[in-house]
């Protein structure tokens, strides 16, 4: 092996993606998974509480909400085509329950998936991440 050859990287390097990304969506660090991602409901925090990974370099920008609403469709989608073939409710109460479970389902997601996209960016050391401090 020539000494030019790129090294594998050390433990303290890598960075698994798949814990990350549980880790984010857990809304927890993605490095120790200890330490809240959030200040809020979606500010995320510049360091974590417990282990100081910087987490300010994340950009996850509209991504999470693309993703809320690619999932939130898909799964309302089915439900109303089989709620309005097979019960027939009425116009308003159909509209009524299809948006309270619109919003309560994005609610859910959004803060989960910006975790998620965060778990990402940092296990793959992007946008700053990977930088020596
Ligand atoms: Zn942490």
Redesign the pocket.
């Known amino acids: 092996m020539s000494e030019d050859a790129p090294q594998p990287p050390t433990p303290e390097e890598e960075r698994p993606t798949r814990p990350a990304i549980l880790r984010g969506f857990r809304r927890r660090?993605p490095?120790?998974?200890?330490?809240g991602l959030f200040q809020g409901y979606l500010k995320v925090v510049d360091r974590?509480p417990?282990?100081?990974?910087e987490l300010y370099h994340h950009r996850a920008d509209d991504g999470p909400a693309y993703l809320t609403i690619l999932i939130v469709g898909h799964l309302l989608a089915p439900v109303i085509h089989i709620g309005f073939t097979r019960f027939r409710p009425e116009p308003l109460v159909m509209a009524t329950v299809l948006t309270v479970a619109a919003v309560a389902l994005s609610l859910y997601l959004l803060p989960r998936l910006k975790g998620l996209v965060v778990g990402i960016q940092w296990a793959r050391r992007m946008h700053g991440f990977g930088k020596p401090q």
Request: with cysteine; aromatic share 0%.
């Open positions: 660090c490095n120790c998974g200890e330490g974590c417990v282990c100081r990974e």
